[in-house]
């Protein structure tokens, strides 16, 4: 089991899903405490295609903020109960996980381990990959869910260290700090835009 693809492993998460929906706190249950990093992957797959499901980017973000947390000072995984007994309706779920599936196959592919190894170090690297996934985590909370891309850019920058630090292959880590860096610049062109055009339309307004 220790060598079968992560992707295989989502998927057969994914296949075991109960029909009626599943709450944050039965995925965890199911992934056990080793499987964190496998779960913040499956909980990205939602976002790599342009389907939305409205409410999932904050309790998937809050729960991959909380997973990176607790990475980073080295706790227990703690979720607030209103976000870990959240039931998800598997008909909404389901077909968009199984639909993104092959981009984590494809994602995984690319993957090879102790590549870049000082990107995957224990010490102060290690700290800084967790904090990245809390950084993604919370670009990915943010409020431009109606917005191409918003959600998808964060989630590939997730996925991306997710599989970096599970693979211990620096290539992807070194990806997801980039993802994280590229969606920082994407939601502050999205700002910058959104004051210029509020600006303009108090200033013809005014006129």
Known sequence: MNGE????????????????????????????????????????LVFLIPVSIPGVS????????????????????????????????????????????PWMARMERVSRPNRIRWLVAHGVVEHLNNAALILGAVLLMMPFGLI?????FPAVALLFLAIGLLQRDGVCVLLGHVSNLVTILYFAVLIGGGGLAIREVVNRLAA
């Open 58 to 101: 904050t309790v998937f973000g809050a729960a991959i903020l909380m997973i990176g947390v607790s990475r980073l000072f080295g706790r227990d995984l703690w979720i607030p109960a209103r976000l870990k007994h959240r039931t998800i309706a598997t008909e909404k779920l389901g077909p968009v996980l199984h639909k993104a599936l």
């Open 148 to 152: 191409p891309f918003s959600n998808t």
């Open 5 to 44: 693809p992560i992707s295989w492993k989502l998927r057969d998460l994914v296949r075991s899903l109960p029909p009626s929906g599943i709450t944050l706190s039965d995925l965890i249950h199911r992934v056990g405490k080793d499987g964190l990093l496998i779960l913040a992957a499956l909980l990205t």
